[in-house]
């Protein structure tokens, strides 16, 4: 019997995680228009800051449509991993605090906030040393400008007369290969010191949903609906208070191979400087917008994806029993 109790927080992890990583996948389908703006206004000058409105006509104009979606395919690559790794550790880190509340007698093995803090220090660690080249490659592709710069070469001879064709956009994989030739594996890394402070934001988002969930949960059952308010609550609060950091990570994953290397307080100073206190809020109101609405959807969806994981391996396991 003592040999069967460490599978079932193993399998358990693993449910947490997928339903994680599908939460993460679904939810940020539904409101990446939102990341391109937001990361575009992060990384571009002051000067070429717009509106709403006007910067969506502007990308639509330029690249159509699948402008808005540019680096889909590897933020959904990336998602699903942050998700996966994020909730894998922190339901091993929840599970062992709670085993430990058990041994200890206490009354209530629910974390405490402390508790809470550290599992989501420790998840979003492992979470950010795994998964920062991801987000490098994600950045580059989302701030690739496909401006008439760009698609004015032509070949020698050729009739200037004629429009010349538009730049192939990178792929996933050309814009790593390319990324590791010109600028080496280290460039993989640029932000990472920012984005390991950025452990805060998911320390402050998730320790506020934990707290919240457990006093509603002495009132009534937290259903999809209830976890998708806690879950735009949690995050509202920890994005207003890290969004500067946000920026200057960004800032970092798009300096380009020769620059000068910033650190995390130098890149403040520069854009406080050149910007003003507001340079560190830019684009703000698209991010604040899209990651209030991607962590409602994702505690949502992980919830109902929680409950359908378990479901389906209870029924593998009695038919496994069965045969």
């Known amino acids: 019997m003592s040999q069967s109790k460490p599978v079932i927080p193993q399998n358990d992890n693993v449910a947490h995680a997928l339903a994680g990583a599908g939460g993460g996948i679904l939810s940020m389908a539904l409101t990446y228009p939102l990341i391109t703006l937001s990361t575009r206004a992060q990384v571009e000058s002051k000067r070429a800051e717009t509106a709403f409105l006007a910067a969506v006509q502007k990308i639509v104009a330029r690249e159509g449509i699948s402008g808005l979606y540019s680096g889909l395919s590897s933020a959904l690559f990336g998602i699903s991993v942050t998700n996966f790794v994020y909730y894998y550790w922190y339901e091993w880190t929840r599970a062992f605090f709670e085993a430990a509340a058990v041994k200890a007698g206490r009354a209530s093995k629910k974390l405490t906030t402390a508790e809470s803090m550290i599992a989501g220090a420790l998840a979003g660690s492992a979470t950010v040393i795994l998964t920062n080249p991801i987000w490098v490659v994600n950045t580059r592709m989302t ?25 192939r956009k990178p792929t996933t994989m050309g814009t790593l290969l390319t990324l590791l030739k010109t600028e080496g594996p280290q460039a993989l890394f640029a932000g990472v010191v920012p984005a390991l402070v950025l452990v805060i934001n998911p320390i402050l988002q998730y320790t506020l949903f934990e707290q919240m969930k457990n006093r509603v ?13 806690l879950g735009a609550l949690g995050k509202l609060f920890a994005t207003s208070v890290t969004y500067p950091y946000i ?5 970092m994953h798009v300096a380009r191979h020769g620059e000068k290397k910033e650190g995390v307080f130098e890149a403040l100073g520069r854009v406080v400087k050149e910007e003003g206190y507001a340079g560190l809020y830019k684009g703000i109101g698209p991010k604040v917008t899209q990651s209030v609405i991607t962590a409602a959807f994702l505690f949502a969806f992980k919830d109902v994806l929680y409950e359908q994981t378990v479901r389906l391996r209870g029924s593998v396991a009695k038919k496994a029993i069965a045969a």
């Open 143 to 167: 701030t690739r400008k496909a401006d008439a710069d760009e698609e004015k070469s032509t070949l020698p001879g050729a009739d200037l007369n004629n429009k010349p064709a538009a730049a």
């Open 247 to 251: 920026t200057v990570k960004s800032q």
């Open 217 to 229: 949960e002495k009132q009534r059952r937290i259903t999809p609906t209830v976890a998708f308010f």
